[in-house]
């Protein structure tokens, strides 16, 4: 029976009643969708890769939530004695530990616990010194027992980078020996580098920061209330933020993609609808009819966005978006989600082609009746004025104080600037092409304009995906640049990127007005440094003491604002021609203290380089110098591998328990750096590609 003989059997408002006539209708839209020539297959075909990119991304974004999920949950043992803040908190000199309280399954003999963050080029790794006081203490996961002293359990990474690196770079940090593997359970990540070194309690329960502990948390901080902050692991709020970025930055272009592929030969589609309609086919069937082709062409898409999601699970697990990677089991979906994609996808697929016919609902004539739209009104330039005003004011009084915060207000100022761009885009296009034709002289150039401004709706919509796309990819570059910027080499200068850097300020106790204890300084901070040592290794050129002087402060004049100060020796600061030079005669000068904190932090601010500070005299006396407790101690190396980790290695035996020290030439978390730039060309690459499809399909 041909489609005509079809409507006849099933024309009329009382044929729609009868028994089967359902499903003629059925047979015959999919007979439309798939037997009615190359135009459609090509249609359909679009609509299903747009649909399936989506999908894809959709699920991935999903899947990614749960991946962050699940690798909090592996990371929650190493905050069992909670964040470095955490154990800051509270008065109480190095002698005096706050105990955590008991998580789920306590044992009955509890251990003193320390993680830090130790450091072998530009990887971390993560350091948890315990001390089991019994039989019964807990065991962390991953490991048969506790290691005793002089043992060590280790990651199977960091297993295999112990004995590719000479002792003197890495091994000599840990002495002991290697008891076992850490199995999957303990590591929150694959590849992570790990360490559980084990100590007699009375060794560590001397050792600042440590807490005695008497079970391992199975809950992240994360995510038990505001009340508690969790050290490892990525927190819900920045998690929000990356799934604002994928969300505006991808979800965005295929929406619009999906948009134009909806209306792929919208106009064909219409007049047949319509020629239908004036062969006796009801508004409900021509609905019933578009409603199968959209929904197959989704349903096809949903199965190709599943297929994507496998294809890219693997490689999407590899980039380390939270500064790990995840495993591929981690970027799972729970049976909600998947019936959310396989449900919903298709629903919204017949509810949109409902929706774009409603000219052929009218009557059966209103597709044939065309007549020049209205123009676009001025008010479609709002939401883009808004998305700049929003975002200038946190230009000119900063952004808010928290991540939770700055992702609302960036993901609205962001989703405004993309609503703005894709509602004043017509008014833009209506307003040049006016522009061009008062301006033309050439007839060619006449007619385009006329053109452009008799429709420009449909002229801007065939190039939205494409100028969305440029935007996302200038906002990505931006951002990345930005984040380079964020370089500490920018104000260090290359003489001094080389310099090695152990802070005591990282495990000293804040008080309230936010300056170091001093009682914990004059306990921790008064040792002799191992300048002979050091000395010795090749590629040491210089060493720099910076002692602690509450009372001093650097002016305002030489970095823009005022900067806490501590005091150094001229002799010293002589040998590291990129820390700057003191005045003429001095014997010591104030010098900043805790660089990472104080220059690092306000590097947006710094119009020089440090090698050009002369900085200013200190009133202090080589013996009050000595007498003062030590804030840092600075190591000038000729930036080679071996000079710097030998060095690192010295430092650590000679200031144990505390973190690692630092180059001047780290740029903070390397790992989540580059996972961040990865996102960034995930985001230009996906983008510019979905775009490019859009533009294929409007032409």
């Excluded at 590719?164 to 590849?191: C, H, K, S, W």
């Excluded at 939401?383 to 960036?410: C, D, M, N, R, W």
Aim: proline letters at 8%; glycine letters at 10%.
């Amino acid at each position: 029976m041909s489609p005509r003989g079809t409507l006849r059997a099933t024309g009329g408002r009382s044929a729609t009643r009868r028994p089967g006539g359902g499903g003629r209708m059925l047979g015959l839209g999919l007979r439309l969708a798939v037997t009615g020539g190359r135009e459609v297959l090509v249609r359909l075909v679009v609509l299903a890769v747009a649909v399936g990119l989506g999908v894809g991304l959709l699920l991935i974004a999903v899947a990614g939530v749960n991946a962050v999920n699940m690798q909090n949950a592996r990371y929650a043992w190493l905050d069992t004695a909670g964040s470095q803040q955490l154990r800051q908190s509270g008065p109480g000199s190095a002698g005096t530990h706050r105990e955590s309280p008991p998580p789920a399954f306590a044992s009955r003999a509890p251990a003193w616990l320390l993680v830090t963050t130790d450091e072998f080029g530009r990887q971390d790794i993560t350091r948890v010194d315990l001390a089991a006081t019994g039989p019964s203490s807990p065991v962390p996961p991953g490991m048969p027992a506790d290691p005793g002293p002089g043992q060590y359990y280790v990651s199977p990474a960091l297993a295999a980078l112990l004995r590719a690196t000479p002792a003197n770079e890495l091994g000599d940090r840990y002495p002991g020996t290697q008891a076992g593997v850490i199995g999957n359970a303990g590591l929150p990540a694959p590849g992570i580098l790990l360490i559980v070194i084990g100590h007699a309690p009375v060794q560590l329960s001397g050792a600042p920061g440590a807490s005695k502990v008497t079970g391992f948390n199975t809950t992240p901080l994360f995510s038990c209330g505001s009340g508690c902050a969790g050290h490892y692991g990525i927190t819900a709020s920045t998690m929000d933020l990356l799934l604002s970025v994928i969300a505006l930055a991808l979800l965005a272009p295929v929406l619009i993609f999906i948009g134009t592929a909806t209306r792929l030969s919208a106009a064909r589609r219409e007049q047949r609808f319509a020629a239908m309609r004036l062969v006796g086919a009801t508004r409900r069937q021509i609905s019933a009819l578009s409603a199968v082709e959209s929904t197959v062409a989704a349903a096809v898409g949903v199965v190709a966005g599943f297929g994507l999601f496998f294809a890219l699970r693997d490689p999407m697990a590899a980039i380390p978006f939270t500064g790990a990677p995840f495993y591929p089991s981690d970027l799972s979906l729970t049976v909600p989600d998947i019936l959310m994609v396989v449900i919903g996808v298709p629903t919204l697929a017949a509810v949109a082609a409902r929706l774009a016919l409603r000219r052929v609902q009218i009557s059966p004539l209103g597709a044939a009746r065309r007549v020049t739209p209205k123009p676009p009104r001025w008010w479609r330039v709002i939401p883009l004025a808004a998305g700049i005003a929003e975002l200038g004011f946190f230009v000119v009084h900063g952004p808010p104080a928290t991540i939770s915060g700055q992702a609302k207000a960036y993901t609205i100022g962001g989703a405004l600037l993309i609503i703005g761009l894709m509602t004043a885009g017509p008014w833009l296009t209506m307003a040049g092409a006016r522009a061009l034709a008062r301006r033309t002289s050439s007839p060619s150039g006449l007619i385009a304009a006329r053109r452009l401004a008799d429709d420009p709706r449909a002229a801007f919509r065939a190039i939205s995906g494409l100028v969305l796309a440029l935007f996302i990819t200038t906002v990505a570059v931006m951002l990345a640049t930005t984040e380079n910027a964020k370089a500490p080499i920018d104000w260090v200068g290359p003489a001094a990127s080389g310099v090695l850097v152990q802070d005591f300020t990282d495990n000293v106790p804040i008080l309230a007005n936010g300056q170091p204890e001093p009682q914990y300084l004059s306990e921790t901070a008064t040792s002799a440094v191992p300048a002979g040592q050091l000395r010795q290794i090749d590629g040491v050129q210089g060493i720099v003491e910076v002692h602690d002087e509450p009372n001093l402060q650097i002016p305002a004049s030489i970095f823009g604002s005022p900067m806490q100060a501590g005091v150094v020796s001229c002799a010293q600061l002589s040998e590291i021609r990129g820390y700057g030079r003191c005045p003429a005669g001095a014997v010591t000068a104030a010098f900043p203290a805790s660089l990472f904190r104080n220059l690092y932090l306000s590097g947006y601010h710094v119009n020089q380089t440090l090698a050009k500070v002369t900085w200013p005299a200190a009133n202090v006396t080589a013996a009050q110098l000595a007498a003062l407790p030590l804030d840092s101690v600075n190591v000038a190396t000729n930036g080679s591998t071996s000079a710097i980790e030998q060095a690192r290695t010295v430092l650590d035996h000679g200031y144990p328990f505390l973190q690692a020290p630092k180059t001047l030439g780290d740029k903070g978390s390397a790992a989540q750096i580059e996972g961040y730039e990865q996102l960034f060309n995930v985001v230009i690459l996906a983008s510019l590609v979905i775009a490019g499809c859009a533009l294929a399909a409007s032409v």
